[in-house]
């Protein structure tokens, strides 16, 4: 299929109005129009008439993004995310869809734990002991526009789909709907679902180059690299890195000046990468994803404890939710999850003992799952076990049952569609806060 069709399948009203229904009609964002999934269905048949037409002709043109402003933590500038109305939602997760097909074989997304999978192997092959950690300064808005659209030329010769994407990575993002702000010239938008691809497609030559050499061993997830190799090597390695990376625009935290974000140094000393900490005792998670965990395990009991209801049943049931995580759109979501990869058991029972410590604090007599129990339901029986929910399989009742014991809801007027709407409307809310857990882990 040429790129062409590719696109014309992509940009169909029917596959428009599919990932409506498959990934935005759930969402509660609104962006600068104010609309929400909810109030732009009446409309949905126009809109994405009006979407297929437009792009197919090479004339869509995404509005402004509202901008949201995300805490990093203390001391630290918020990270600027960019929320697009319902309608540039659409588009553009047809549009990130269209890209990831596209590229199929030659840009490959990994899963953090997957990454540290593979570097564990690495870690503990006695091939490396040097290792080097890169962090690139503002990732995302050092993006050069016109060396971007130079790297999609190669697959995408249309000038129509290139403009559509330029126009996507353009549009400004804004505190409200009345500001001028003129189009971005440079940076691709945090939190629009083409962001990572393009930035794949932006790193694939230095990704290619620097994976295939043979004296190293190079990963990287968005703006993290992390290089083993011979220590003698470190310098002259961290050298040409960065100058590959500058030649693009990208600036690195030098390691001489800026330890805590790039560093160099023995194997053996251990380093931090993705959330989990490497050393020759064990591998575990580091201690400000640990606290991240513990400070929502806290929010839940203290959400209980201001609540009208106080219904105990609830509490155990987010309780258990964020104690294993969950299978939902055929992904795994939460902190046991993005953990998978530890080998640290004693961390495991003792945070096990802090959420007893936490049903003691709040005076409740729920008995929550266990932490070590589905570790090891995660490590062994990941596809067999019912200790971890898969949402995946619910059936009609299952939801009702979920719907009416932990969210205290009237189903007598509710029919079938608007069951599993209720039912994924309010999983939606509590994945979201799962993932929440495993941000900024870098």
């Keep these: 299929m040429t790129i062409e069709h590719l696109f014309r399948k992509h940009f169909s009203p029917e596959n428009l109005k599919d990932i409506f229904t498959d990934w935005i009609i759930y969402s509660r964002a609104t962006g600068i129009d104010g609309l929400s999934p909810r109030t732009f269905k009446p409309q949905l048949d126009t809109q994405i008439e009006i979407i297929s037409r437009k792009a197919l002709a090479g004339k869509y043109k995404f509005t402004k993004y509202k901008l949201k402003l995300v805490s990093k933590g203390r001391n630290k500038p918020p990270r600027e995310i960019s929320i697009p109305t319902v309608r540039d939602r659409i588009a553009l997760r047809s549009l990130c869809n269209f890209l990831t097909e596209a590229y199929e074989g030659s840009i490959e997304f990994h899963l953090p734990q997957d990454i540290v999978k593979n570097i564990k192997l690495d870690f503990n092959s006695q091939n490396y002991d040097g290792c080097i950690k890169l962090d690139v300064i503002n990732f995302y808005p050092s993006i050069k526009h016109e060396e971007l659209i130079s790297r999609l030329g190669k697959k995408i010769r249309d000038t129509e789909i290139k403009d559509i994407i330029l ?16 189009q971005d010239k440079k940076g691709v938008p945090q939190g629009i679902s083409v962001s990572n691809i393009l930035a794949a497609i932006y790193l694939s030559n230095i990704d290619k180059e620097l994976t295939a050499a043979d004296n190293i061993k190079y990963y990287r997830y968005v703006d993290d690299v992390l290089i083993f190799c011979s220590l003698a090597d470190t310098e002259k390695i961290s050298e040409k890195v960065t100058y590959k990376f500058k030649k693009i625009g990208l600036e690195i935290h030098d390691p001489a000046h800026s330890s805590e974000k790039s560093s160099i140094g023995p194997l053996d000393d251990g380093f931090e990468y993705l959330g989990y900490k490497f050393s020759e005792e064990n591998i575990t998670a580091r201690s400000g994803s640990i606290e991240r965990l513990k400070g929502s395990l806290v929010s839940i009991f203290t959400s209980y404890k201001h609540s009208k209801k106080k219904s105990e049943v609830f509490l155990l049931w987010r309780l258990n939710l964020r104690i294993t995580g969950c299978i939902y759109k055929n992904k795994s979501k939460g902190w046991l999850f993005f953990f998978s990869e530890i080998n640290d058991e004693t961390l495991l029972h003792s945070l096990d003992h802090y959420v007893k410590k936490l049903v003691k604090r709040f005076g409740v007599s729920v008995k929550p799952k266990k932490f070590v129990r589905a570790f090891k339901e995660l490590s062994h029986r990941k596809y067999e076990t019912k200790y971890i929910p898969n949402f995946d399989r619910y059936s009609l009742e299952e939801m009702k049952t979920v719907l009416v ?18 039912f994924k409307k309010r999983l939606n809310k509590q994945v979201k806060d799962l993932q929440v857990d495993v941000m900024n882990f870098s």
């Design 405 to 422: 014991n932990y969210f205290g809801l009237e189903l007598k007027d509710l029919q079938d569609e608007d069951i599993k709407f209720e």
């Design 167 to 182: 126009s996507a990575i353009s549009s400004p993002t804004v505190s409200a709907s009345g500001s001028s702000e003129d």
